[in-house]
């Protein structure tokens, strides 16, 4: 790009003006870091008004007559007043204080400056001076003062241009470091989610237990870092296994801290976790009167008790989403879907006196059941009118479709879940957890 001659910006054509305004504004616009921007800044604005040095000054956080440098031309080494603040120098009184702590743009036509003054280092040898305050919320928080060796250096005219454009650069500035400020925040938060994250997983199970007669396969996606979506499985004497899903209200960390507390009670039952009925009950009689009274969160939730032996499982449910099982072989519109499961009490963690109830169902050679949190049902298209959510006959039509394959039914669904959404990331936590039966002799009939 042709450079446009500083030395006719001054006086020369406005076209050449505008050229050198447009190439510092475009320069301007492409930092993004506060220091570097200052230095062009900088660079720019001394090829229209050159000086003989410069100070900048800082009252942020200080009283009178406390004063900071936060930049001076006499320095030989590159100092970064945001990152290296704390090694800066406080100044109390004399000549820097009186200027900033006036709140007012100052120019000085003789300069004079007592030796004992702790602004004399940095004014040696200069005779005039401006002084143009940064204003923020109202006050003069920051000011950079320019110097000239000859008397009476600065044109008053141009004072009133070199304030505004000095604030706007100032506001310019200001918001760059907050830009800074707010994404290394994020970056620390995305840091302390990210260890939540992991905490909560190595609180899901390892591995899926091997049951005989059934191939088990689980998917678990989070909206956030962390969720409050939970699943588990307890060994129990006989060869039986209690399988649990649950669901906090709400997402992110606070739904995945109450998902820990869940999870920690149901492993603090005395003795096996069973009868279904009675895990519930435990875990809604501590939630309520510990954790969750009266702020508003629950926790829905499915615990079966399967036993290989007869093929079924005992159940009971509090306000979790119906699980749904696909009968026998048949698929597409030979596949006959139903849920089996009732009753459902209240969810777990909105009254201490829920009690809860057992139901049975029995699972044959081919059968299908799929568990699953609300975060697949109302899954919303982006594309459907008022936003539609995936619902039960989507995943009734996707389990249909499906072979008799624990993990091609997870796929089946999550295919279908994307397709719907346009491929959005999901709003809510998404866990699926699917369990295809088949023939084993071990079974009592």
Known sequence: MTRTDPSRVGTGAWQERLKFVIETVREMSAQTDPQRMVETYSNRVRQVMPVDGTVSLSRRGYQSPDVRVTRASIWTEDVNPWKQRDGLVIHHGGLFSKLIYADEPTVIDELQVPADDPAAPFVAGMRSAMAIPLFDQGVALNM??????????????????????????????????????????????DRELQVVADIQRSLLPAELPRIPGVELAVHYRTSKHAGGDYYDFFPLPDGRWGILIADVSGHGTPAAVLMAVTHSIAHTHDGPPAPPAMLLDFVNRHLAARYTNGN??????????????????????????????????????????????????????????????????????????????????????????????????????????????????????????????????????QTLMAAAFTSDSTARN
């Open 296 to 429: 508003g969160t629950f926790v829905t939730a499915f615990y079966g008790i399967y036993d290989p032996g007869t093929r079924e499982m005992v159940y009971a449910s509090a306000g979790h989403p119906p699980p749904r099982v696909r009968r026998g072989q048949g698929r597409g519109a030979d596949a006959r879907i139903e849920s089996a499961f009732a009753p459902s009490g209240l969810p777990l963690g909105i009254d201490a006196d829920e009690r809860y109830a057992d139901g049975v169902v029995r699972f044959e050679p081919g059968d299908l059941l799929l568990l699953y949190t609300d975060g697949i049902t109302e899954a919303r298209g982006p594309g459907t009118a008022d936003f539609a959510l995936f619902g039960y006959d989507r995943l009734d039509a996707a389990l249909a479709g499906c072979a008799h394959d624990a993990g091609d039914a997870l796929t089946c669904v999550l295919r279908d879940v994307d397709h719907f959404t346009g491929g959005a990331a999901p709003s809510d936590d």
């Open 144 to 189: 950079v003062i320019l110097f000239r060796r000859e008397p009476a250096a600065f044109e008053r005219e141009s004072l009133p241009e070199r304030v505004w454009l000095s604030n706007l650069f100032g506001r310019a500035t200001h918001n760059l470091v907050l830009s800074e400020q707010l994404r290394e925040a994020y970056d620390a938060v």
